[in-house]
């Protein structure tokens, strides 16, 4: 059971005996082989359903797209026999989006003196706002490197210094700070954000977040593909329609112009300023870093479309077949969502099918549910299936279930996320954990694995900062302990670099364009497999005597024992 402080001996005992009586409602664990199989046939349907031109690139817009989405999620949770998911009796919940999609009006004017720079809008620089305006600009606005804005108590961390950035411009760096190992400078320091594994400071979200909370006017990301885990063409698919919740104050409290710059581009930028690029980005790798005044301004500005559009995320629910239990929560989450309509490629083709990302997570929820709801006997706690929408355009969908919980976070156990990590190609020995070591969740991984003779390993990529950029992430800032499983690397009976370089291959040709489609040499027999093995720990959470925690050390650990103690 989740720890909680208890004041006296009548206290202990009452969650002892609390304790007691939820060991005594706890049956046998099923195998995962006596569980019923995922009906890869019928996840490939669904996939090509979802994948399908017709459903066009599913954005979050309302409009043709996302009804058919929404219809299509809903009428197989109905097939399944689910109950509609939302306690107002619907299969669905409303999320206020609005649609921003920003024109810039000139390029991005950088000036020292009488010296006047241009850089070019999307090849060297792009943007974007949140601002619900028809006109967002930055004008002569004063340009602060900041180091990589980020400012950690935890890690007695200031990149700012003091320094009152508002109404400027910061130019800070991607990733978290890369600091070397004492002993061994050719290494990160695992004792300092994470060393190799990028924590949430490292993530452009929070670096964007960070210059509204100091009101800044503006900020520019300096991308480095190594440190960013993407190609600069990925962020160049931010200067389209963009989709963000609708606050009070219609977001003004954001800076004006959000943005990236291209290295080679920064690099330009730093030598008008005269400043070394390369040094000063070693200064900030120390604490002892300051913010630097660049002694330039910048100029930018942006006629923007809007729209505000209610989107939806569609939420199903399989009642836990003990009433006692009956009002906790084990919840499956997948984005359904993705890019509408885009540039075309170099075939012609403007359709983000989004078929790998994220049809067939989505497809993966459902056929988790047509399974589970086959078994005898059922799940002791609810199962909720939560299709959400946004993820795209900033995991929005997930935030809004997390402020707004359709079930009490404090009674959901577990949230276990399927965002594009079923294997595609064949059944594997192993499952990467983005994370690892994170929580519970990932010992109930570790049992149902070791049953279908797989291993567990950790993301071998944690610099990319991937558990922070998707719909799980939503539940871990809440306390909801969090699982992000991606497909294993060690495909049976093919060549050892088999796994790398289909993976490799996704993120140079298909990730976020156009040529994400279904493959007919896709092979589901591992994406079944994997399907099978989520749908056994989301069980095996249901019916457990206890809650999953957290590890000690974690960093949401503290929000969710926050959390508990308010029961």
């Known amino acids: 059971m989740t720890k909680r402080p208890v004041a006296t001996a009548l206290a202990l005992a009452l969650v002892f005996a609390a304790s007691c009586d939820r060991m005594k409602v706890a049956p046998k664990s099923l195998s995962v082989a006596d569980m019923p199989n995922v009906d890869a046939a019928a996840a490939l349907a669904d996939i090509k359903k979802l994948a399908s031109d017709e459903f066009e690139g599913r954005s979050p817009d309302g409009g043709k797209g996302e009804q058919l989405t929404v219809q299509y999620l809903t009428d197989q949770f109905k097939a399944i026999g689910l109950q509609p998911g939302n306690p107002d009796g619907t299969w669905t919940q409303k999320v206020p989006l609005v649609s921003i999609t920003g024109e810039a009006t000139g390029p991005l004017v950088v000036k020292k003196g009488a010296q006047t720079k241009q850089f070019k809008v999307k090849d060297e620089f792009v943007a974007f706002s949140r601002r619900v305006a028809e006109d967002v600009k930055i004008e002569n606005s004063e340009l602060v490197f900041a180091g990589y804005g980020v400012q950690a108590e935890n890690f007695n961390w200031d990149d700012f210094k003091g320094v009152d950035v508002k109404g400027k411009t910061i130019v800070v760096l991607v990733n978290d700070p890369q600091i070397p190992l004492a002993s061994d400078p050719k290494e990160l320091d695992p004792a300092v954000f994470g060393g190799k594994a990028m924590t949430y400071f490292g993530r452009w979200t929070y670096k964007y977040d960070k210059a509204a909370e100091l009101g800044a006017a503006g900020c520019i990301i300096v991308h480095e593909t190594e440190y960013a885990g993407y190609g600069f063409n990925v962020v160049q698919g931010f200067a389209g329609e963009r989709f963000n919740l609708v606050t009070p104050d219609k977001n003004m409290g954001t800076p004006a112009i959000q943005s990236w710059m291209s290295i080679d581009a920064t690099r330009e930028l730093f030598k008008m300023a005269g400043q070394d690029f390369d040094a000063l980005k070693a200064k900030a790798q120390t604490r002892d870093f300051k913010p630097v005044p660049l002694g330039l301004t910048a100029s930018f500005g942006m006629k923007q479309k809007m729209k505000e559009v209610q989107s939806q995320n569609v939420i199903a629910k399989l009642p ?26 170099k075939t012609g083709d403007k359709i983000y099918n989004g078929a790998a990302d994220n049809a067939s997570g989505t497809a993966g929820i459902i056929a988790i549910a047509r399974a589970m709801k086959t078994m005898t ?166 019916n457990a005597a206890t809650f999953p925690e957290w590890k000690p050390g974690n960093e949401f650990r503290a929000v969710r024992e926050q959390s508990l103690k308010k029961q």
Request: glycine letters at 8%.
């Open 320 to 345: 836990g077949s003990d009433p006692s239990l009956a009002n906790e929560y084990v919840v499956y989450s997948a984005h359904w969502d993705h890019f509408g309509f885009g540039d075309p490629d």
């Open 377 to 542: 006997p059922g799940p002791k706690r609810s199962v909720l299936f939560l299709a959400v929408t946004g993820e795209e355009q900033g995991l929005l969908g997930s935030e809004y279930y997390a402020k707004f919980p359709l079930y009490p976070l404090d009674k959901t156990l577990a949230n276990i996320n399927v965002d594009d990590n079923l294997p595609m190609w064949g059944r594997t020995k192993d499952i990467i954990v983005i994370g690892l070591g994170a929580s519970d969740l990932d010992d109930y991984l570790r049992d149902a694995a070791n049953e279908q003779g797989r291993t567990l390993k950790p993301d071998a990529e944690p610099e990319k900062g991937f558990y922070y950029r998707s719909d799980h992430f939503n539940f871990a800032k809440v306390g909801v302990p969090a699982l992000d499983t991606d497909d294993g690397l060690d495909y049976v009976d093919k060549p050892a670099d088999f796994g790398k370089k289909k993976k490799d291959e996704y993120t140079s040709t298909n990730y976020h364009q156009p040529s994400d489609q279904v493959d007919p040499a896709w092979d589901l027999a591992g994406y079944a497999e994997q399907a099978k093995l989520l749908m056994a720990v989301g069980y095996r959470v249901a």
